[in-house]
C-alpha cells in the first residue's frame, strides 16, 4: 500500500459549485477497505448536489444502484452523455490488470468536479463506485469531495460473509440492508446458511414438507411447541423460510452490488429438520415429544442419494454462480454405526470407516454438482480428516476428496491446512477464533480480527497463492434480535473485510485502521447500530 499527499495552493474560490479549500492540512481521506495506491493533491472541492453522470455501453454496471447510492450521498442524479457528465464510469482493460480492479481521480474542471471510475470489469467499477461514495462529506451543510487518486484492486479473490438464517430467520429487509454493507465494504461473497437442524429455510418444490414442517422453527428445537398434525396451530406461526420468488430478488439485488452468493445446504449431518419433515431421510433417528435430535442422512439408501441431488438440482437452477456450500462438518458417525443396512453397505462396499461412507457421499454429490456445471465448497471436514480427534467421528478416511473442491477451514491445526493445499485444493480460511461474529468481543476483540492474516505461519511459500481468502461468519444461535444481530456483525465485519482487502502478506496497522472507522462508526450509529 502507498499512500502519498501532495498539498498544492489554491488561488482562488470557483464559483458556487465548486471551492477548493487552500487549508494546509485537510482532513485525511478516510476509506475502509484501504487502497492499495491513494495520492491526496491536499484539496478539498464543494459541490453542488445535481450529478450528471456516464455509464459506458457495456460495461453492465446497473444505473439503478448507483442512483440509489449517490442519493444516500445527497446527489440528484442525471444519467447523460459523455461531454456533460462530472461522473464517468468507463472500462479499460489494457491498463487495469488486476482482476476486479478500478482507478479513481477526482479533480476540478471548471465550474464542478470531475470524477472518473475506470474498471476492467462490471465489479471493478462496483468497488470504485463505493469508494466514491466513501469520499463524499459535508461542510456547512454543502457536499464535499477530496481532490485525489486511487488505484486499487483486491488482494483475495473471496471475501465472505455468512449468515446463519437456520438458526434464527430474519428475513429480506434484513439481508438486504447486510448486502448493502457487503458492499461498501468490498465483500464479494456473501454465504448463506439456509439448513440446520434448528430450521430449514428455502422452498424445494419436489419436497414440499421441507419448508411446511421442517422451517416451523425459530432456534427451538424442531416443533418442541406444535406437532406437524396440529394444522391449526401451524397456521398462525409466521413463514420463516425463503420463496423461490423472494430468493430470486434477493440474487438480483446482490448481483447489482457486486456480491455473489453461495448457499449452503447441509450435508451428511446438521440436518433434523429435513428428517422431521421426511423421517426415512434418517438411519437411528430417535425422537422425545416430537422433536428429531442429532441424526445423519443414511446416505447407504440410494432413495435418500436421490434426495439430496434432487435438492441440489432445485437450488444450482436457482443460483447462478454455480457454487454449492454442502457443510460436511460435525457429523456424528455414532447414529451410522447403530444402523445395520449401514454397516452391510459398507462392507459391501469395501469402505473401512464411517468416513470414508461419509467422504464417499461427498465426493458422489460433488461429481453430481460438476456434470451440472456447478463447483462444491464445504468445511475442512470433507478433506475425510477428524479435524478436532472427537470419540463420535472415526479416523480420517482413506478415500481422496474429488480434485477441485474449495475447502472452507474453520478449525484444526495448520499441518491440515498445508496438507489440503499440498492436495491441490483452494483453502479458504476461516479460523473460528478470529473469524467467528457470533464469538463474545471478550473472546474475540476489534483488535484480534483485524490481526488476522488468512495465509497462516508455515504455509509453504509455493502453496499460498491457493488460499484464496478468508470468511466472516455470523452464526445464529444468539441473535434473536436484529440489534443483537447487528452488534455482533458490526464493526468486526469491516476489519475481516479490509484483511480481505490488502492481501498477505501485508503488516497491519490497527492504529490506522481504528482512525479511518471514524466516519463509517458514525454512519451506523446514525442507522442506530450500537457499536462496541
Known amino acids: ?19 477548493m479549500s487552500s487549508h494546509a492540512s485537510p482532513a485525511p481521506i478516510q476509506l475502509i477497505p484501504q487502497p492499495k495506491e491513494m495520492t491526496d493533491h491536499g484539496t478539498r472541492i464543494h459541490m453542488g448536489n445535481k450529478l450528471n453522470v456516464y455509464v459506458a455501453p457495456g460495461s453492465g454496471l446497473g444505473k439503478h444502484y448507483i442512483e440509489q447510492l449517490l442519493q444516500q450521498n445527497g446527489f440528484v442524479v442525471r444519467f447523460t452523455k459523455l461531454k456533460q457528465a462530472c461522473v464517468r464510469f468507463l472500462i479499460d482493460s489494457s491498463t487495469i490488470t488486476q ?72 428475513g429480506k429487509e434484513v439481508v438486504m440492508k447486510l448486502l448493502d454493507e457487503m458492499a461498501m465494504l468490498k465483500m464479494n461473497i456473501f454465504h448463506w446458511h439456509l439448513v440446520d437442524d434448528q430450521g430449514w429455510r428455502i422452498q424445494i418444490d419436489k419436497y414440499p414438507r421441507l419448508t411446511q414442517i421442517g422451517s416451523r422453527s425459530n432456534f427451538s428445537q424442531i416443533a418442541s411447541k406444535v406437532t406437524p398434525l396440529d394444522s391449526a396451530k401451524v397456521s398462525k406461526l409466521p413463514r420463516w423460510y425463503y420463496t423461490k420468488s ?35 431421510l434418517g438411519t437411528s433417528s430417535r425422537t422425545e415429544k416430537g422433536t428429531v435430535y442429532g441424526d445423519l442422512y443414511n446416505v447407504a439408501d440410494p432413495a435418500v442419494m436421490q434426495f ?95 480434485a477441485g473442491t474449495i475447502v472452507q477451514f474453520w478449525d484444526g491445526e495448520v499441518s491440515l491446512v498445508n496438507k489440503a493445499l499440498a492436495g491441490g485444493y483452494e483453502v479458504v480460511n476461516s479460523s473460528r477464533f478470529h473469524t467467528y461474529l457470533d464469538y463474545n468481543y ?28 478468508l470468511g466472516a461468519q455470523m452464526w445464529g444461535e444468539f441473535t434473536p434480535t436484529t440489534e443483537r444481530l447487528y452488534y455482533q456483525i458490526f464493526p468486526r465485519l469491516a476489519a475481516l473485510a479490509e484483511r480481505g482487502w490488502v492481501g498477505s502478506p501485508v503488516k497491519p496497522d490497527f492504529e490506522g485502521f481504528k482512525a479511518r472507522m471514524s466516519a463509517i462508526n458514525h454512519r451506523w450509529i446514525r442507522e442506530g447500530f450500537v457499536i462496541p
Open 246 to 280: 423472494e430468493i430470486r430478488e434477493i440474487i438480483r439485488y446482490a448481483t447489482e452490488r457486486g456480491i455473489d452468493i453461495v448457499p449452503e445446504i447441509e450435508v451428511p449431518g446438521h440436518v433434523s429438520a429435513s428428517l422431521y419433515a421426511y423421517p426415512w
Open 442 to 469: 471478550e473472546s474475540t476483540p476489534l483488535e484480534k480480527t483485524y490481526l488476522f492474516d488468512p495465509v497462516p505461519e508455515g504455509v509453504p511459500e509455493i502453496d499460498r497463492s491457493r488460499v484464496i481468502g
Open 308 to 402: 439430496i441431488t434432487d435438492v441440489l438440482d432445485e437450488v444450482l437452477d436457482l443460483f447462478p454462480f454455480k457454487l454449492i456450500h454442502i457443510g460436511g462438518d460435525e457429523a456424528d458417525h455414532s447414529h451410522w454405526a447403530k444402523d445395520s443396512n449401514v454397516n452391510k453397505y459398507m462392507r459391501e462396499n469395501g469402505l473401512q470407516t464411517y468416513m470414508d461412507l461419509q467422504l464417499s457421499a461427498i465426493n458422489k454429490i460433488s461429481r453430481h454438482i460438476a456434470a451440472r456445471g456447478g463447483r462444491m465448497i464445504g468445511w475442512n471436514e470433507i478433506t475425510g480428516e477428524n479435524i478436532r480427534n472427537e470419540a463420535h467421528v472415526t479416523r480420517s478416511a482413506s478415500e481422496k476428496l474429488a
Open 99 to 170: 482482476v476486479h480492479g478500478y482507478r479513481l481521480t477526482v479533480k476540478p474542471n471548471g465550474a464542478n468536479a470531475l470524477i472518473q471510475i475506470t474498471g476492467n470489469s462490471r465489479k471493478g467499477l462496483i468497488h470504485g463506485l463505493t469508494t466514491f461514495s466513501q469520499l463524499v462529506t459535508y461542510a456547512d451543510g454543502r457536499i464535499v469531495v477530496p481532490g485525489c487518486e486511487i488505484a486499487d484492486y483486491p488482494g483475495f479473490q473471496w471475501r465472505s460473509f455468512m449468515l446463519d438464517e437456520a438458526r434464527h430467520f430474519q
Open 1 to 19: 500500500m502507498r499512500i502519498l499527499i501532495a498539498v498544492r495552493p489554491v488561488l482562488v474560490a470557483i464559483c458556487l459549485s465548486l471551492f
